[in-house]
């Protein structure tokens, strides 16, 4: 089962990167500089064939090709993921500090998406988590001190295209606490 959940975890992962590749263009830098060294590479290859053997040339050449290549793959996926990784991890690391060990007992809430509205402000989070609404709803407090943030209606909901997918949180919110509302302080007579 711990399988299982690695696996989503990582596709979470790697869908978090692709989507913030496409919100934040600037983040492409890191993936177009491993595009550029596989170019290089492979521009340059031919100096690798300089010294070898005639007889051992054909398959030197398959290593090359098939190796290179397969490298390349490898470092542009392990980029695009390091990307999710370090786009998820704040957030998840502060959730986790809101929440308690009873809670967490299931594993830590990991972030499918984030994108923030430009015009007002609202980040939305959606969370794959196996804690329940009511969790969140009482952890609220927690979350907002945790996090640097204060939640705007609908502050908390399931995800989902029908909103009822219960594995699926999506948290609406903006930068900074507000302090609480307290009323009158003391009596003006």
């Known amino acids: 089962m711990r399988i299982l959940e690695r696996i989503k975890k990582r596709y979470f992962r790697l869908s978090l990167a692709i989507q913030q590749l496409i919100l934040r263009p600037y983040l492409n830098i890191f993936p177009l500089a491993i595009l550029a060294g596989f170019w290089m590479f492979w521009n340059q290859k031919s100096g690798l064939y300089a010294h070898t053997p005639k007889l051992i040339l054909p398959v030197w050449r398959g290593i090359v090709h098939i190796g290179g290549t397969i490298m390349f ?39 499918i998406k984030k994108n923030r509205d430009k015009k007002t402000g609202v980040t939305t989070r959606v ?33 989902g ?21 307290r009323g009158v302080l003391y009596d003006e007579e």
Request: net charge positive; charged share 25%; proline share 5%.
């Open 73 to 111: 793959i490898i470092l542009f996926i392990f980029t695009v993921y390091c990307i999710g990784v370090m786009t998820a991890k704040h957030d998840e690391y502060n959730l986790g500090l809101a929440f308690t060990g009873q809670d967490l007992r299931n594993g830590c809430p990991v972030l």
């Open 127 to 159: 969370f794959y988590s196996q804690i329940p609404m009511e969790r969140w709803r009482k952890c609220k407090e927690a979350i907002a001190d945790c996090m640097n943030l204060h939640f705007v209606n609908p502050d908390l909901e399931y995800g």
């Open 161 to 181: 295209k029908n909103k009822n997918k219960g594995k699926l949180i999506v948290m609406y919110s903006k930068k900074g606490r507000k302090p609480p509302e």
